[in-house]
């Protein structure tokens, strides 16, 4: 099993760039899907990207053209570059991992989570 540590979240202004980092501990990081989540207060986990093993990407409509999702397994590492940011985009940015190939966009299907990094974007 993997452990998942996130990365690069910080404040931006609106139009701005940040790329987030998800860096995997584990022998095994190859073989599972990678997702990225994000939530805020009061409201429930929200898809945004994932990544299959076969490298297979899929994006929330919200975020297509805006952010791109990209992993190398040698370095057990997983990003999410976010570009055109909005204020909107503000929450806690959560990295996931599951060993299926598919897993969907719903976060409780996910088995492995890290601890989230906060992005905040100002208008």
């Known amino acids: 099993q993997v452990e998942l540590v996130e990365s690069g979240g910080g404040l931006v202004q609106a139009g701005g760039s940040l790329r987030l980092s998800c860096a995997a501990s584990g022998h095994t990081f190859t073989s599972y899907s990678i997702g990225w989540f994000r939530q805020v207060p009061g409201k429930e986990r929200e898809f945004v990207a994932s990544?299959?093993?076969?490298?297979?990407?899929s994006y929330a409509d919200s975020v297509k053209g805006r952010f791109t999702i990209s992993r190398d397994n040698l370095k057990k590492t997983v990003w999410l570059q976010m570009s055109n940011l909005k204020p909107e985009d503000t929450a806690k940015y959560y990295c996931s991992g599951d060993l299926r190939p598919s897993v969907g966009h719903n976060a409780r299907l996910w088995s492995i989570w890290g601890q989230g990094t906060q992005v905040t974007v100002s208008s």
């Open positions: 990544i299959s093993w076969t490298t297979s990407t």
